[in-house]
């Protein structure tokens, strides 16, 4: 195969890599913002699930008459539970944010580095098509 064959086949593959890039970097941020667009939506369906339903069942006991009133133990318990659950949800979520920051600085670095490794590579490359160049020769 001769060098300008070569030469070709690369120029093929870095006009795909190109189209392929530039295809993520124009369609991505329409993505992420569709994809918070419905995490909004449910996050707001879920909202006014909860509160129709607590306002539902606050009509009903105040129309049907019935006393529904919980022991002071029991109020106790149940704000108690809710204030864990939220204290676990808050640490949760700087978990997650610690997490997503940690990759992002990780491949921060791998970007900042990459030319380093390319060009560690590369001398280790042109270290084995010397070794090979030798060997062919003698």
Known sequence: MSKN??????????????KYFLEIEQNVPHIQQTLF????????????YVNSQL??????FNKSGLDYSFPDTAKDIIEN??????????LLHKMTVTNIEQNKN????LND????????????????????KTNQNS
């Open 5 to 18: 064959s070569q030469n070709d086949n690369f120029e093929l593959f870095e006009k795909i890599n190109q």
């Open 37 to 48: 667009d419905l995490q909004n939506e449910y996050y707001k369906l879920w909202k006014n």
């Open 55 to 60: 306002s539902l069942q606050k009509e009903f």
């Open 81 to 90: 539970m809710s204030d864990e659950t939220i204290k676990f949800r808050s």
């Open 106 to 109: 990780y491949a921060k670095t």
């Open 113 to 132: 580095n990459s030319k380093t490794f390319v060009d560690m590579n590369r001398k280790l490359m042109d270290n084995w098509i010397s070794m090979f």
